[in-house]
């Protein structure tokens, strides 16, 4: 079994910044995958950013150059820097992990006002 505890929402204007962060307990040893999806009211959940074990990322093509993922050492936890926040980045969003299950936090909103 795998917790996450996420944390950092919150509301911030257009043009700001924001930093999550996600931390892993539990089996954390079989954890080969973690990353931040969102989800924003009448939409899909979708990717935003994900970090394999092995150290390679992938970002969706609406954060590029805006969002940086990053872990500790430990690979323990997760951090999302969010920077040039826009309104479309409103949503909640999810911390995920991936070992033979898959693992979600309970999300964090974040609101980016125009």
């Known amino acids: 079994q795998v917790q996450l505890v996420e944390s950092g929402g919150g509301l911030v204007q257009a043009g700001g910044s924001l930093r999550l962060s996600c931390a892993a307990s539990?089996?954390?040893?079989?954890?080969?995958?973690m990353g931040w999806y969102r989800q924003a009211p009448g939409k899909q959940r979708e990717l935003v950013a994900a970090i394999t074990s092995g150290g390679t990322i992938n970002y969706a093509d609406s954060v590029k150059g805006r969002f940086t993922i990053s872990r500790d050492n430990a690979k323990t936890t997760v951090w999302l820097q969010m920077n040039s926040l826009k309104p479309e980045d409103t949503a909640v969003y999810y911390c995920?992990?991936?070992?033979?299950?898959?693992?979600w936090g309970q999300g964090t909103q974040v609101t980016v006002s125009a």
């Open positions: 539990g089996s954390i040893f079989s954890i080969n995958l």
């Open positions: 995920k992990a991936v070992s033979n299950m898959i693992y």
